[in-house]
């Protein structure tokens, strides 16, 4: 025979899963990640007065403020490489068509999934109503946004031919690992443009490149 258990009980057993779902999302958020992982991003993409093409080459070339962390912008330049790459686009640093700017952002926001602990009024043995919070640890997950923008300026006309945004929100704070997934699904059917949600799975720590 099955036993029903009490509210009170209930209720106990919920908040030690909650909080043991929220220890779980927070070790895998500590630097990364051992299994496998879809990223969805939000992609806005637009063409600009001067229609983007495929099959032509690029270069990079930086905003000031870009120039202060030389170490950090080279690495995310030849992330943003190999994404070109895989879109038809060719590096060639001297007198490339296309004039590329890529640059990040993270921002620590609200979990969305968050939710405050709040109090149950129950009815003592004095018959009166008592208040009652709940034992467990109250423990919000840290989120964050990541957000990647990618332009393409025609050389030949100075006009922007090429502007796409990624932005990804998760538990996560590992950057280096989110953005190549990022920058494939900003890139994703280029020269085309859309809004819409890509998803793009990185691989789980150690299985090789995609």
Request: with cysteine.
């Amino acid at each position: 025979m099955m036993k029903s258990l009490s509210p009170c009980r209930m209720a106990s057993q919920t908040g030690r899963v909650l909080v043991a779902l929220g220890l779980i999302l927070g070790m895998l958020s500590l630097g990364g990640c051992a299994l496998p992982r879809m990223i969805d991003s939000e992609v806005q993409s637009f063409a600009g007065a001067s229609a983007p093409v495929a099959g032509t080459d690029f270069r990079f070339e930086r905003l000031p403020s870009q120039e202060r962390n030389n170490q950090q912008q080279e690495a995310l330049e030849s992330m943003a490489q190999e994404a070109l790459e895989r879109a038809g686009l060719l590096r060639r640093d001297a007198g490339g068509r296309y004039l590329v700017i890529v640059g990040f952002s993270v921002d620590n926001i609200r979990n969305p999934y968050y939710r405050p602990q709040s109090p149950r009024f129950v009815m003592g043995n004095n018959g009166m109503l008592m208040e009652v919070w709940p034992r467990m640890t109250d423990m919000e997950v840290p989120w964050f946004r990541h957000r990647l923008q990618l332009t393409l300026r025609d050389s030949t006309n100075g006009q922007l031919a090429f502007e796409t945004t990624a932005v990804f929100d998760g538990p996560w704070s590992d950057t280096a690992n989110l953005l190549p997934p990022m920058l494939e699904a900003a890139l994703k059917d280029y020269p085309q443009t859309a809004s819409r949600t890509v998803r793009v799975e990185l691989p789980a720590r150690g299985a090789g490149p995609r």
